[in-house]
């Protein structure tokens, strides 16, 4: 079962089916909305945030699902799935993959990475990605025994590279030196930037806002506008 679950993914398009506190389309009423749009659309798999969406994501959808708990504790900059308490209200949820953070920061709850995984391991099946920022982080995920590995991260932590496209160069890198897959994650704009992930040794690549927050594509059309020369 989990291995045709990441098989399936092999070069198709997963969508983030996420909204934060604050946006038109928070609640998981709009992102079952969006969720069905994806599998309509041919997608292959779903990212979700919260354990209700994912809950309500699952009773609408067929597809796999990847799960992630936001929340953030004071002082500490993880903030995908960090503790153990996260961890298990996504299973809990009904996510098929639980996505958390890989990088090596402290935790709110005081345990090491490979200890939240051993424990994970110790009392559930259910597949790893790991969210990275650097090829270390990448490679450190592998040996700590993450099924996948995701670039969510880079350009989100202080000493990821920060720019505006999505990170070809650690897509590439990492590609080359793991053995499980890695899938292109964050700042994809467009369908050319999709491809050439996958031309660089993503085995999938994840899109979420270009898709699902309207505010922003909205907001990148305005501003290609704005400048138009009016005299």
């Known amino acids: 079962m989990a291995h045709s679950i ?17 946006e038109p389309f928070f609640g998981s009423e709009f992102m079952t909305r969006f969720a069905i749009s994806a599998e309509m659309g041919d ?6 945030n919260t354990p209700q969406d994912i809950a309500a994501i699952k009773r609408v959808t ?4 990847i799960g992630l708990w936001k929340r953030e504790y004071a002082g500490f900059g993880v903030y995908i799935t960090p503790t153990l308490e996260e961890v298990e209200g996504v299973i809990a949820a009904g996510a098929d993959i639980v ?19 051993k424990e994970i391991r110790r009392k559930h ?9 650097t090829l270390e982080e990448g490679l450190m995920a592998e040996q700590l025994g993450f099924d996948l590995i995701s670039t969510t991260l880079s350009g989100y932590t202080p000493y990821s590279p920060q720019g505006q496209e999505p990170d070809f160069q650690l897509i590439a890198d990492l ?10 994650e964050g700042r994809i704009h467009s369908p050319e930037q999709a491809l050439y992930c996958l031309q660089e040794g993503a085995y999938a690549v994840v899109i979420g806002g270009a898709i699902t927050r309207p505010q922003e594509i909205v907001k990148k059309y305005v501003d290609a506008l704005s400048h138009f020369p009016y005299n």
Do not use: Y
């Open 6 to 22: 990441i098989e399936s993914f092999k070069g198709g398009l997963i969508v983030s089916c996420q909204a934060l506190e604050g």
């Open 43 to 48: 997608a292959v798999g779903i990212r979700a």
């Open 62 to 65: 067929k597809l796999p699902l």
């Open 99 to 117: 996505a958390m953070d890989a990088t090596k920061r402290d935790r709110p709850d005081g345990l090491s990475l490979s200890e939240i995984v």
């Open 125 to 133: 099946q259910v597949l790893l990605m790991a969210d990275i920022s």
């Open 175 to 184: 590609s080359s030196r793991v053995r499980i897959p890695v899938l292109g």
